[in-house]
C-alpha cells in the first residue's frame, strides 16, 4: 500500500500570501495524483489532478507539479474562499486508492 | 447537472446493519465506476469500495472486506453500500464518489469527481 504523508499538518497565512503544501509518496506514483479541496460540512472537491491539472472551477492561482515521490500544491495569492483542508491522493497502485492525512489551511 | 445524493445513515448497535444508497442523475450512470469513501469525526479520507460500471469488478479496503459489499442498480441508476457486523470504528460520514471519466475513455483521467453531499453513519451502543 502506498503512503502519501502531507506537511505540514496546519499551514497558519494570511490573505494575500502565498501557500505552498506537500505530498510525499512512499513509493513513486508517476504523475497518478490528485488534490481535493474540503471546506467545513461540505465533500471534498477535485482540485488538481493527474499532478498538475486543474478541474473545472478552480481559478489560475492554484497550480500544482510534481512526480515520482514528490508533490506540491501551490496558491499564489489566499483569498478568503481558500482556507481549508486539502487531501491528495494516489491511484498509480490500486486497491487501495489511498489519500494523504490532509493539511489545513487556516486564516492566521 | 450532475447530482449525487446519499441516504441511509444512521444510528445503528455495533454488530448491526445499515445499507446506504446514492441516487444518480444528470449523467448516463451505467457508464461510470463509482466509489465509497468514508470520513470519521475529525479524520481525513478513506477509500472503502469500488465497482466498475457493469458491476463486474469490486474491490474493497481491508477493514471492511468481509463485513461491506458493494452493488449497483443500472436501470435505477442507484448504488448501494451494505454493510453488516458494524463496528464503533466505522462510524463516519459516508460518501459517494464517481469517477471524473466514463469507462471507455481509457485514456481520460479517472478521479473522484463529484462526490455526494455524504450520509452520517453512526455505530454505539
Known amino acids: 500500500e502506498i503512503v502519501l504523508t502531507q506537511s505540514p499538518a496546519t499551514l497558519s497565512l494570511s490573505p494575500g500570501e502565498r501557500a505552498t503544501l506537500s505530498c510525499r509518496a512512499s513509493?513513486?506514483?508517476?504523475?497518478?495524483l490528485a488534490w481535493y479541496q474540503q471546506k467545513p460540512g461540505q465533500a471534498p472537491r477535485l482540485l488538481i489532478y493527474d499532478a498538475s491539472n486543474r478541474a473545472a472551477g478552480f481559478p489560475a492561482r492554484f497550480s500544482a507539479s510534481g512526480s515520482g515521490t514528490d508533490f506540491t500544491l501551490a496558491i499564489s495569492s489566499l483569498e478568503p474562499e481558500d482556507f481549508a483542508v486539502y487531501y491528495c491522493?494516489?491511484?498509480?497502485?490500486?486497491?487501495?486508492?489511498?489519500f494523504g492525512q490532509g493539511t489545513k489551511l487556516e486564516i492566521k | 447537472e450532475v447530482q449525487l445524493v446519499e441516504s441511509g445513515g444512521g444510528l445503528v448497535q455495533p454488530g448491526g446493519s445499515l445499507r446506504l444508497s446514492c441516487a444518480a442523475s444528470g449523467f448516463t450512470f451505467s457508464s461510470y465506476e463509482m466509489n465509497w469513501v468514508r470520513q470519521a469525526p475529525g479524520k481525513g479520507l478513506e477509500w472503502v469500495s469500488y465497482i466498475s460500471n457493469s458491476g463486474s469488478t469490486i474491490y474493497y479496503a481491508d477493514s471492511v472486506k468481509g463485513r461491506f459489499t458493494i452493488s449497483r442498480d443500472n436501470a435505477k441508476n442507484s448504488l448501494y453500500l451494505q454493510m453488516n457486523s458494524l463496528r464503533a470504528e466505522d462510524t463516519a460520514v459516508y460518501y459517494c464518489?464517481?469517477?471524473?471519466?466514463?469507462?471507455?475513455?481509457?485514456?481520460?483521467?479517472?478521479?473522484?469527481?463529484?462526490w455526494g453531499q455524504g450520509t452520517p453513519v453512526t455505530v454505539s451502543s
Open positions: 513509493q513513486s506514483v508517476g504523475s497518478y
Open positions: 491522493q494516489q491511484r498509480s497502485n490500486w486497491p487501495p486508492y489511498t
Open positions: 464518489a464517481r469517477v471524473s471519466n466514463p469507462y471507455y475513455d481509457r485514456r481520460g483521467p479517472k478521479w473522484f469527481d463529484p
